[in-house]
């Protein structure tokens, strides 16, 4: 896989987490169900570890919470993380933004 192809995925990847949290808020939502409810975006392949590697990079960026417990990672969107998603796009290079794919 090229180097672009795995960036533009990993971005888009992080954006798709990010949009289940969004979709399912205010409720704090596991890995296991995040990687349930992507299973559709086949593209994006989606797997626990990858799901995991999203989330702590969007937590780094102040866009999600994580409880850590052992083996097990919940995650809620933060406002900063609603406030991107709503918003006009930061141009944040590691994650995509809807409004890269509105014309």
């Known amino acids: 896989m090229s180097p672009n192809l795995k960036s533009h995925i990993n971005r888009m990847r992080r954006l798709r987490v990010l949009q289940v949290l969004y979709n399912n808020r205010p409720q704090e939502l596991g890995v296991g169900i995040i990687l ?16 995991a590697q999203s989330l ?4 780094q960026r102040g866009f999600c919470k994580i409880k850590k ?6 995650a809620k969107i933060t406002p900063e993380g609603i406030d991107y998603l709503e918003g006009d796009d930061p141009n944040v ?7 890269e794919f509105m014309s």
């Open 69 to 74: 417990s052992a083996n097990l990672w919940i």
């Open 36 to 51: 349930q409810l992507m299973r559709g975006d086949e593209d994006l392949k989606p797997k626990a570890v990858n799901i």
């Open 93 to 99: 290079s590691g994650i995509s933004h809807p409004d």
């Open 56 to 59: 702590d990079y969007l937590e």
